[in-house]
Structures are given as structure tokens and as C-alpha cells.
């Protein structure tokens, strides 16, 4: 099978036998042989961010990770609650356009794109405003890469009696993640990032105590509604309604090679793509817009150079046509491409990449080392 270098935020370049898991006999998901795949993949999730089975549980959605945003916003804000949304970047202002849609009281607590929150601010708001009751944030704010510091937000949320909702979708399987440790309630993600699984599935791991109580929230929604997958799980065992089955396959499988692999050493992995894409860059005089001691070691966001023959979707089609996908940028007003150390690659496929797009530069005429 060919194989296919993906630099993009997701999805995640796979490996062989994570696709072929996907081949599998017909069946029906309501078989007791595949609600048991179900009950073994919702353990896992739940185990990945070391959390206590008896504390913690996952919920399964179909969709992208968008989907479990929306879960979390409309599902666990009480009937005279507010959310306050700490937002540094693209995906958390995607949070606050959730809020818009449903109609939901929030605060839109707005940072620069290239800073780390202010805890001093948010526990301002947090005093100010009593009747916050859901704190969310992002993690690593895919569109730049920074990593923002969740412990600390945290334990702001619960100090003034908030539930807080984090967005791992590009830290989940990737970063060590302790849930408890790092004081978060509920965090997501999607099988194409981390777990270098298929689209299509997404989900939640959170309290299974909050979630009991949110059956007395407000209901905004009828698919995306927390309290009845989750009912529906801890009846059924299953989907309330028909889940992507070969897709469960290769996550399933997925979730295998992730413990197989083991969390450090997956870790170490990704580390040594971030690194070698931070060397490749230099090399040809490319910066990267956040502070390196602020990034997650996922996501290196690099600006256009200043040069006349300086093309993105130029550039984007020469790599692709000899199987590396660059992806563009997410920072509204500032013109930029990422490069991710996310899925089943090392620092070998970098540095092949490197001689392509130095390669591609040239074809180019853009002068390097590139300026700015």
C-alpha cells in the first residue's frame, strides 16, 4: 500500500494494520460480539488519560471532534449557568461560535493568538461573575501550536465550583495526559489524531457523576445530547444510534498498537518528529510564530516568507505530488503554514521531507535561506 506522509493536524498518517483492521465479515453492531469491542474500547480511552474507572467514563459519538464541543456545551450547562471560554486561538473561538448557535449564556475571555491565558484574569471573571458554571478551553490551540496551562485553569474552575472542559483533540495519545492530575472534568478527542485511528468516531471521557447530574440540565439538543449516549451505553452497551463499524475496528486495533508502543515511548516519538521538523526549518531560514517554550512539540506554525516567488498552494501541490501534505494556517489576518508531529512517523520521513521541500523551494526560486 502506498504510503502517504500527512504534516496536516489530522488525520494522522496510519499504519498498514490499522487500515486492514477495517476489513472485517459483516455485522450487526447490536451483536454481543461487538458491544463487547464497544465496552473494550470505552475502557481504554478512559485508561489512556489514566483515569479511575470507577471515576471516569467515555462516550462515543460519530463526527469529527467538532462534534464532541458541541456535546460538552450544550450538555453540561445548568439552567442558570454561564460558560466562560478561555480563548487563545481558532478552536476555542469555534467553542464560543457553538455557544452562538444554542443561544448560550458565555463569556468570550479573549487573548492574543502567540500568549498564554492569564490565570490572574480568569480568576477575575470567575470572581466578577458567580454564575459561571463551565469553564472550557483548548489545550494546544491546533491552529498555532501553544500549549496552554490547563492544571492551573483548572484548579481556578473547580475553586469557584465550575465544571472544566478541556479540548485534547491534538494532546489526547499524544502528550501524557494525567486527568485527574491536570484537574479536568471532561476532555475529547477524535480517532484520526492521537490514537492514528480512522475519521469518524469522536469522544468524551469525563465524570460519570456529572454526567449523571446533567440528565436535570436543560436539553438542546437530541444527538448531541451527553446524558443519553451515555444512558444508552450503560444499558445497552452500545451506540443509541448506528456507529461507523469497520471504523470501530481500526480504532479498536489503533488503541492496540498505542499500549503496544507504550505511552513514553510514543511520546519520545513525537518529540523527535517535533525536533526534526524545528531543525529542518531552520536550516531553511524559516521562523515559527509561537515561543518554542510555549509549544505543545505538536503543531510548529511557520510564517510566509517575504519573497516574491513564495506560493503556499504551489508549494502545497509539489509536496503532495511526491507524498508529503503541508497544511495552511488558522490565524486570522496573519499568513502562515503548520507542519505537525502527529501520526505513525519518525524523524526519517522529516528529514525526507526537508530534501523535497528544499527541493521545491528551489523550483520555486525562492532564495534560501528564506527571509522575512
Keep these: 500500500m502506498e504510503r502517504k506522509i500527512l504534516l496536516n493536524p489530522g488525520p494522522a498518517t496510519t499504519t498498514d494494520t490499522v487500515k486492514q483492521a477495517q476489513i472485517v465479515p459483516d455485522i450487526c453492531p447490536r451483536e454481543t460480539e461487538f458491544v463487547e469491542i464497544m465496552k473494550e474500547i470505552r475502557n481504554d480511552l478512559v485508561k489512556i488519560v489514566h483515569g479511575d474507572l470507577e471515576t471516569y467514563t467515555s462516550v462515543l459519538f460519530c463526527g469529527s471532534g467538532t462534534i464532541c464541543m458541541d456535546v460538552c456545551l450544550n450538555s453540561l450547562l445548568k439552567a442558570d449557568g454561564?460558560?466562560?471560554?478561555?480563548?487563545?486561538?481558532?478552536?476555542?473561538?469555534?467553542?464560543?461560535?457553538?455557544?452562538?448557535?444554542?443561544?448560550?449564556?458565555?463569556?468570550?475571555?479573549?487573548?492574543?493568538?502567540?500568549?498564554?491565558?492569564?490565570?490572574?484574569?480568569?480568576?477575575?471573571?470567575?470572581?466578577?461573575?458567580?454564575?459561571?458554571?463551565?469553564?472550557?478551553?483548548?489545550?494546544?490551540?491546533?491552529?498555532?501550536?501553544?500549549?496552554?496551562?490547563?492544571?492551573?485553569?483548572?484548579?481556578?474552575?473547580?475553586?469557584?465550583?465550575?465544571?472544566?472542559?478541556?479540548?485534547?483533540?491534538?494532546?489526547?495519545?499524544?502528550?501524557?495526559?494525567?486527568?485527574?492530575?491536570?484537574?479536568v472534568d471532561f476532555c475529547m478527542a477524535s480517532a484520526q489524531k492521537g490514537l492514528m485511528a480512522m475519521t469518524g468516531i469522536s469522544f468524551i471521557v469525563g465524570k460519570k457523576a456529572i454526567i449523571e447530574e446533567s440528565k436535570a440540565f436543560p436539553t438542546r439538543s437530541y444527538y448531541c445530547n451527553l446524558y443519553m449516549q451515555y444512558q444508552y451505553f450503560e444499558e445497552h452497551g452500545e451506540m443509541h444510534f448506528t456507529p461507523p463499524v469497520q471504523t470501530v475496528y481500526a480504532m479498536r486495533q489503533a488503541i492496540r498498537e498505542y499500549f503496544a508502543e507504550g505511552e513514553q515511548a510514543k511520546w519520545e516519538r513525537?518529540?523527535?518528529?517535533?525536533?526534526?521538523?524545528?531543525?529542518?526549518?531552520?536550516?531553511?531560514?524559516?521562523?515559527?510564530?509561537?515561543?518554542?517554550?510555549?509549544?505543545?512539540?505538536?503543531?510548529?506554525?511557520?510564517?510566509?516568507?517575504?519573497?516574491?516567488?513564495?506560493?503556499?498552494?504551489?508549494?502545497?501541490?509539489?509536496?503532495?505530488?511526491?507524498?508529503?501534505?503541508?497544511?495552511?494556517?488558522?490565524?486570522?489576518?496573519?499568513?502562515?503554514?503548520?507542519?505537525?508531529?502527529?501520526?505513525?512517523?519518525?524523524?526519517?520521513?522529516?528529514?525526507?521531507?526537508?530534501?523535497?521541500?528544499?527541493?521545491?523551494?528551489?523550483?520555486?526560486?525562492?532564495?534560501?535561506?528564506?527571509?522575512?
Excluded at 463551565?134 to 490551540?141: A, I, M, P, Q
Excluded at 510566509?304 to 509536496?319: A, G, L, Q
Excluded at 489576518?333 to 505513525?344: D, Q
Design 82 to 183: 454561564k460558560i466562560l471560554i478561555v480563548n487563545n486561538g481558532a478552536y476555542s473561538s469555534r467553542a464560543a461560535e457553538i455557544c452562538e448557535y444554542y443561544h448560550l449564556p458565555y463569556i468570550d475571555l479573549r487573548f492574543a493568538f502567540d500568549e498564554l491565558p492569564d490565570c490572574h484574569k480568569i480568576e477575575e471573571v470567575l470572581k466578577e461573575h458567580k454564575e459561571i458554571s463551565l469553564v472550557y478551553t483548548t489545550h494546544n490551540e491546533t491552529g498555532t501550536g501553544i500549549l496552554n496551562p490547563i492544571r492551573q485553569i483548572g484548579a481556578l474552575a473547580h475553586q469557584y465550583g465550575a465544571i472544566f472542559v478541556v479540548d485534547t483533540t491534538s494532546t489526547y495519545a499524544m502528550r501524557p495526559i494525567d486527568i485527574e492530575k491536570e484537574n
Design 270 to 372: 513525537h518529540k523527535r518528529v517535533f525536533e526534526a521538523l524545528h531543525q529542518g526549518l531552520s536550516e531553511l531560514g524559516f521562523t515559527d510564530v509561537i515561543k518554542r517554550e510555549w509549544q505543545a512539540g505538536l503543531v510548529v506554525t511557520v510564517p510566509y516568507p517575504k519573497d516574491e516567488h513564495w506560493n503556499f498552494e504551489k508549494m502545497h501541490d509539489y509536496c503532495y505530488e511526491r507524498g508529503f501534505t503541508i497544511y495552511p494556517g488558522k490565524i486570522s489576518g496573519t499568513e502562515t503554514f503548520r507542519l505537525c508531529a502527529l501520526g505513525a512517523i519518525d524523524e526519517e520521513d522529516i528529514h525526507a521531507f526537508f530534501k523535497v521541500l528544499k527541493a521545491g523551494l528551489i523550483d520555486m526560486g525562492v532564495n534560501i535561506p528564506v527571509t522575512y
